[in-house]
């Protein structure tokens, strides 16, 4: 069994930035972030594994070049650094873990869930 706490979500303007937190006990090597805005699907956002030559990230088309993850694995803690936020990047934001396969994006492979956090972004 793994849980997974999350923090760091908030209200922020277009452009600005957040950083999410996930707290795992115990450790996973492999986590990822997802989110759900109102009437869709959750999304994959992004996802992290922890390997020999160090953490490999994958990342969604849509957020790529502005969001980073990244695990500290002392901590058991992923983080997602959030940059230029958009308005379509409103959702809750949920931490996963369970999954350490290719297909990271979809959301039946993940095991355990964390509570979700808001983040919204105004314009």
């Known amino acids: 069994q793994v849980q997974l706490v999350e923090s760091g979500g908030g209200s922020v303007q277009a452009g600005g930035s957040l950083r999410l937190s996930c707290v795992a006990s115990?450790?996973?090597?492999?986590m990822a972030w997802f989110r759900q805005a109102p009437g869709k699907e959750r999304e994959g956002v992004a996802n992290?594994?922890?390997?020999?030559?160090?953490?490999?990230?994958y990342y969604a088309n849509s957020v790529q070049g502005r969001f980073t993850i990244s695990q500290d694995n002392a901590k058991r803690t992923v983080y997602l650094q959030m940059n230029s936020l958009e308005p379509e990047d409103t959702a809750v934001y949920y931490c996963?873990?369970?999954?350490?396969?290719?297909?990271?994006?979809?959301?039946?492979?993940?095991?355990?869930w964390g509570q979700g956090t808001q983040v919204t972004v105004s314009s």
């Open positions: 992290i594994r922890a390997g020999t030559g160090g953490s490999i990230p």
């Open positions: 996963a873990a369970g999954y350490c396969g290719l297909s990271w994006s979809r959301s039946y492979n993940y095991n355990y």
């Open positions: 115990p450790y996973t090597p492999c």
